[in-house]
């Protein structure tokens, strides 16, 4: 902490990628101005005019994922901290034998051969399955073959995937915390239970480690699937305050105002 405050007190200008990271930086006794400059990806190739709709039909039938059916995903590291396991024993607990429902996992890490247990263990092998690392050139139409984004990690500082899940018309089941707050935006309405924020391009969840909330969530989201795709269109938008043109706009804004100091 005495480092961090140290740093940023001599520089002359400071930049976090959340509002997380400003907090932290409070805490490290930091007073200056923080400018919030969120970390980016080219999410052009996840837009759905530049995704094939070809290689998207080849993926569906690749996955097995037909006409009718409800397709979740999951892209990211396979880490403990991202809570994939809660998300496969919620999913085997409200789903397991209706083949309707699919939640694919893309990534690797060192929970692989913990979920790969799990799911034999619960017996939805059919039914969600790990898919590996897919090269990132080779990702948007995994996104587009499916109908909703859903994470429970409770530690995200800005999540890459769930941008490029946003930017690709997926509405998104997430919690609430920062991190996928600043994604999300504060557009929101309370729930009548108080315990999810209904969004423009989604759901947060204030207690999703608990199995019921999570399953109202879902509920909640399948009995509006008429308004996917007015959501999905909010999550393009909301996507586009983190493209690279924003960010290079706010970028060239900072160092504006430093060489004017010169």
């Known amino acids: ?27 490290c006794g930091v007073e200056r101005h923080i400018n919030i400059i969120p970390n980016t990806v080219d999410l052009s190739d996840f837009m759905p005019e530049n995704v094939s709709r070809d290689d998207v039909a080849a993926i569906r039938t ?57 799911i034999v263990r ?5 039914q969600v399955r790990l898919l590996g690392r897919i090269e990132h050139q080779f990702l948007p139409p995994y996104y587009h073959a499916c109908d909703l984004f859903t994470t429970a990690s409770l530690s995200e500082m800005n999540s890459i995937s769930m941008l490029e899940a946003m930017a690709s018309g997926l509405p998104v089941i997430c919690s609430e915390i920062r991190g996928n707050t600043d994604l999300m935006g504060d557009s929101w309405t309370l729930s009548a ?28 989201m399948l009995s509006r699937k008429n308004c996917w795709k007015e959501m999905g269109e909010a999550c393009i938008q909301r996507s586009q305050e983190f493209s690279l043109d924003t960010v290079e706009k706010k970028m060239r804004e900072i160092y504006g105002r430093f060489a004017e100091m010169e």
Not at 193 to 216: F, H, T
Request: aromatic share 8%; hydrophobic share 40%.
């Open 1 to 27: 902490h005495v480092y961090f405050r140290k740093v940023a007190n001599k520089a002359t200008e400071i930049i976090g990628p959340s509002l997380k990271v400003v907090e932290f930086l409070r805490r």
């Open 62 to 118: 690749k996955l097995g994922i037909r006409d009718g059916d409800t397709a979740m995903c999951f892209v990211g590291r396979l880490g403990k901290e991202k809570s994939i396991d809660v998300l496969v024993e919620f999913f085997a607990a409200h789903f397991r034998g209706d083949d309707a429902y699919k939640l694919f996992i893309i990534g690797d890490g060192p929970e692989k051969e913990n979920l790969e247990r799990q």
């Open 122 to 126: 619960l017996g939805v092998g059919a």
């Open 193 to 220: 239970d108080r315990k999810r924020k209904l969004c423009p391009g989604g759901v947060m969840l204030s207690q999703l480690q608990d199995a019921d909330v999570w399953a109202e969530a879902l509920e909640d």
